[in-house]
């Protein structure tokens, strides 16, 4: 079956920089790669997703690409901000469901 | 109006009793799912639903027996709660295959 693996675990990044999330997945007919964000206490959301017809895709400080061929994608997140603090799940479809990574908590250092 | 709505938030029982968790979705979609949220925050399929058809079964203890008594509900019943049944369960529903979910707010459930 699917398997898919997330890096970091944890993130720490000043205020105002960048971060970055890496998940790569095993099963090449995967085609669609969602990410959800996690606040604490509270219900993963769908913050962006990719379809395998596109390399990248972006949604104001947030961007997805993936690379079919090596099987891997991830998450950018420029110029943080406190509100980004929180676990974020890629995700890949397989068989009727969706498999989820592992997580990465992201902190922002003021 | 919440788009999918779990009941109840918060759930605290002792072993071996058996508790229902309620679910309803008001977005007209035809899938519904039970993740469960263990303490590493890991994410794991438990049901598929789709138009009240059972679709997956993820090697769940038969204690757990989900319910779909139409498109739109998805319950969860589970007998002879164990200690480590103790987690977040989401339920969480989507237009169809290949498209993102919409979770309910999770239902935290202790047992003790």
């Known amino acids: 079956g699917e398997n898919v693996e997330q890096h970091p675990s944890t993130l720490s990044v000043q205020e105002g920089d960048s971060a970055v999330i890496k998940c790569t997945y095993s099963d090449s007919a995967s085609n669609y790669f969602p990410w959800y964000k996690q606040e604490l206490g509270k219900r993963p959301q769908l913050i962006i997703d990719?379809?395998?017809?596109?390399g990248e895709k972006k949604d104001q400080r947030i961007a997805v690409t993936l690379n079919k061929t090596a099987k891997h994608f991830s998450l950018h997140i420029t110029e943080t901000q406190p509100e980004d603090s929180a676990v974020y799940f890629c995700?890949?479809?397989?068989?009727?469901?969706?498999?989820f990574g592992s997580g990465t908590r992201l902190s922002i250092r003021p | 109006d919440t788009a999918v709505s779990q009941t109840p938030k918060y759930l605290v029982t002792q072993m071996g009793n058996d508790k229902s968790i309620k679910c309803e979705q008001n977005l007209g979609h035809d899938t519904m799912y039970w993740y469960k949220q263990d303490s590493k925050k890991f994410l794991k399929i438990m049901f598929s639903y789709n138009n009240k058809e059972l679709i997956i079964n993820e090697t769940v203890p038969n204690r757990f027996s989900p319910k779909s008594p139409d498109k739109a509900h998805l319950n969860l019943h589970i007998n002879s709660l164990e200690l480590g049944d103790s987690a977040v369960y989401f339920c969480?529903?989507?237009?169809?295959?290949?498209?993102?979910?919409?979770f309910g707010s999770g239902t935290r459930l202790t047992v003790v």
């Open positions: 969480a529903s989507s237009p169809r295959e290949g498209y993102g979910y919409t």
């Open positions: 995700a890949v479809d397989g068989a009727s469901k969706i498999i």
């Open positions: 990719i379809r395998s017809n596109v």
